[in-house]
């Protein structure tokens, strides 16, 4: 059993920017020389989130809006108090959406469905350059 902990690294263009991380993680995987295992795709932040989806045009727009619903990036948050950052919808949707997620590899391939991609979720109120720590674990 070995565990490998790579990083990539994202320039993203702030809220509502959904990017397609799959083809990095399938890339490391490959590199990583492992066939049965787990990797934890983890970024590192509070104002971002790790989710998957079919990544096509209509539904890049669909969670664009439904994030706008959870948390509505015109509303006032407690949290613009603390700061003054005015970042409180992307700490809620960062929140709710969740920072990581496990994905078993087998035959050293990602069990991904054909229309499932890993896509990284910024949700900042400004551009980023983001963290994504991928741990594989397996043999
Ligand atoms: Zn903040």
Redesign the pocket.
């Known amino acids: 059993m070995k565990i490998i902990t790579k990083e990539i690294s994202v320039d993203t263009k702030g809220a509502g920017d959904l990017i397609d991380i799959t083809s990095q993680i399938e890339n490391l995987l490959s590199q990583a020389k492992l066939t049965e295992g787990n990797v934890t795709v983890f970024i590192v932040g ?2 971002a989130g790790i989710t998957s989806f079919e990544y096509e045009s209509g539904l890049i727009k669909d969670m664009r809006d439904i994030y706008e619903k959870l948390a509505p990036s015109n509303k006032d948050y407690a ?2 108090e ?2 003054g ?4 919808f ?2 809620i949707r960062a929140a709710l959406q969740g920072p990581s997620m496990t994905i078993p590899f087998c035959d050293g391939k990602l069990t991904l469905g054909t229309w499932q991609q890993i896509v990284l979720a910024e949700f ?1 109120n400004r551009s980023r350059t983001r963290k994504v720590v991928l741990q594989f674990i397996g043999e």
């Open positions: 509070s104002t949290h613009d603390t700061w950052d005015a970042n409180g992307s700490h900042d």
